[in-house]
């Protein structure tokens, strides 16, 4: 295989998902080529990957290269870009507040999520253009977010084949083993809806009778308590009021709003909460409602650039001392790899795809892009049929299918009116009125990377 990494120079990501091809053995031969407009980062993340390859005693050609050279003859090209970076991003999520809108992490729904995908769609299908022109049976498979309306835009294009990839399913399944003392393996679930807002349906869990109906607050209290060692006294209404006071809301109970969802609601999330409570009304409206809701703001800057940082530093102290890759010890729950290894040798690997929707989910709509499992093959990566949401969330994720299908047009079209209609569509902004101004602020703020809105 001939593998292409866009974004090949983020030390937040290359070096595990790097190492994660490395540490197969039917990919072993390969050849693994960064690209990344950040040359001097690429080269030395290539620098770290080889070092990786020879601590493993495995036999890639890895190497950086200019896009279009990457590009011609690969089989995968896996994209993972900002466009505009950590200072856009801080657009995203600062300029909704004057607005009424407290993002928690602001990259996938909301007006920041839609800001986001205006700036990500045009670069991706140009992205996908180049693919067409020089790897046009390769598949991409991107981690970028917004993961469904870029991988929506790239269907609509119809040059390549895409699917989006997340590990919120790994970080469920981590939480909920812990909570029923289970190993991993012991739990399984149908996926249904889309990025950041898919639910567990017809979860199973070895030994464990009626699983959902154990998925309440009481005993996710009980969790924290016995299991994390949290010092928490008096009543659930006690410990949730203390939860909502303390000094940094959402770390007390982290997990507090999906037990409210399955208990009262009737469903499970894959996501962190602070990307949950971004699909829905009513929460993300103040920081006393986020504390309400026991929810922390994971925020932009200086968060990400200080975790970049320190990543790149850990990247170099390893090189300089000629330490041991850390990543190359043992594979990450990514399925990056599994869909590699499965499209390269015909073994089916399981993953978790956003890709249309060809009938897996019954009850959205044809063509939109929802996220399911799916199986990685020679013949390509196909998703299963996993029929109708809850009923409990369906209304909700029909509104967020339509904001996000909206944000596309917006992108594709650079129409203003699509975009205030993108906005009013989302359930996170209460005040519908004042969309035209949200709109034209977000606009300005980032109107370098948005070639495509002449008028606003």
């Given at each position: 295989m001939k593998i292409v990494i866009i974004g090949g120079g983020s030390v937040l990501w290359t070096p595990r998902l790097g190492c994660d091809f490395l540490l197969e053995d039917a990919l072993d031969g390969s050849e693994l080529?960064?690209?990344?407009?950040?040359?001097?980062?690429?080269?030395?993340?290539?620098?770290?990957?080889?070092?990786?390859?020879?601590?493993?005693?495995?036999?890639?050609?890895?190497?950086?290269?200019?896009?279009?050279?990457?590009?011609?003859?690969?089989?995968?090209?896996?994209?993972?870009?900002?466009?505009?970076?950590?200072?856009?991003?801080?657009?995203?999520?600062?300029?909704?507040?004057?607005?009424?809108?407290?993002?928690?992490?602001?990259?996938?729904?909301?007006?920041?999520?839609?800001?986001?995908?205006?700036?990500?769609?045009?670069?991706?299908?140009?992205?996908?253009?180049?693919?067409?022109?020089?790897?046009?049976d390769a598949w991409m498979l991107h981690v970028t977010n917004p993961l469904t309306q870029l991988t929506r835009a790239v269907e609509r294009s119809g040059l390549i084949r895409t699917i989006g990839m997340c590990h919120e399913y790994t970080g469920a399944i981590g939480t909920l083993s812990a909570f029923f003392g289970v190993d991993r393996s012991e739990i399984d679930s149908l996926c249904v809806g889309v990025n950041h807002f898919t639910v567990l349906k017809d979860l199973t869990v070895k030994g464990v009778k009626d699983p959902m109906k154990q998925l309440t607050v009481a005993n996710y209290i009980e969790f924290e308590k016995t299991s994390r060692g949290k010092q928490l006294s008096g009543t659930v209404d006690d410990i949730v009021e203390q939860?909502?006071?303390?000094?940094?809301?959402?770390?007390?109970?982290?997990?507090?709003?999906?037990?409210?969802?399955?208990?009262?609601?009737?469903?499970?999330?894959?996501?962190?909460?602070?990307?949950?409570?971004?699909?829905?009304?009513?929460?993300?409206?103040?920081?006393?409602?986020?504390?309400?809701?026991?929810?922390?703001?994971?925020?932009?800057?200086?968060?990400?650039?200080?975790?970049?940082?320190?990543?790149?530093?850990?990247?170099?102290?390893?090189?300089?001392?000629?330490?041991?890759?850390?990543?190359?010890?043992?594979?990450?729950?990514?399925?990056?790899?599994?869909?590699?290894?499965?499209?390269?040798?015909?073994?089916?690997?399981?993953?978790?795809?956003?890709?249309?929707?060809?009938?897996?989910?019954?009850?959205?709509?044809?063509?939109?892009t929802v996220e399911t499992w799916a199986l990685a093959t020679r013949c390509g990566i196909h998703p299963v049929a996993s029929g109708k949401l809850p009923v409990s969330v369906k209304g909700f994720m029909e509104q967020i299918v339509t904001e996000e299908e909206l944000t596309v047009e917006a992108a594709l079209t650079g129409s203003f009116d699509t975009f205030v209609q993108a906005l009013v569509a989302s359930p996170m902004l209460a005040d519908k009125s004042a969309a035209p101004a949200l709109a034209k602020e977000l606009l300005e703020g980032n109107k370098q990377y948005l070639p495509q809105f002449t008028k606003f």
């Open positions: 080529v960064l690209n990344d407009i950040d040359r001097d980062a690429a080269v030395l993340c290539a620098r770290y990957l080889r070092a990786a390859n020879a601590q493993l005693k495995k036999h890639w050609k890895i190497s950086v290269a200019g896009i279009d050279s990457a590009l011609k003859g690969a089989d995968l090209v896996l994209v993972s870009i900002s466009t505009g970076g950590f200072e856009a991003m801080a657009v995203d999520y600062n300029v909704p507040e004057k607005y009424g809108v407290y993002h928690t992490v602001g990259d996938t729904t909301g007006p920041g999520g839609i800001s986001r995908s205006l700036r990500n769609i045009p670069v991706f299908i140009d992205i996908a253009r180049k693919m067409n022109k020089y790897c046009p939860a909502a006071a303390a000094p940094e809301p959402g770390m007390l109970l982290p997990g507090y709003l999906h037990f409210c969802l399955a208990e009262k609601w009737g469903f499970y999330p894959l996501a962190g909460c602070p990307h949950v409570c971004e699909s829905l009304p009513g929460i993300n409206t103040s920081p006393e409602m986020l504390a309400k809701w026991s929810i922390y703001r994971k925020g932009v800057l200086p968060n990400r650039p200080k975790a970049k940082a320190e990543r790149r530093d850990k990247v170099l102290k390893v090189l300089e001392e000629r330490a041991a890759v850390p990543e190359a010890a043992e594979r990450s729950r990514e399925m990056i790899a599994d869909a590699a290894v499965g499209l390269l040798t015909g073994e089916p690997r399981r993953v978790i795809a956003a890709c249309a929707n060809r009938g897996q989910i019954d009850d959205l709509p044809r063509d939109v």
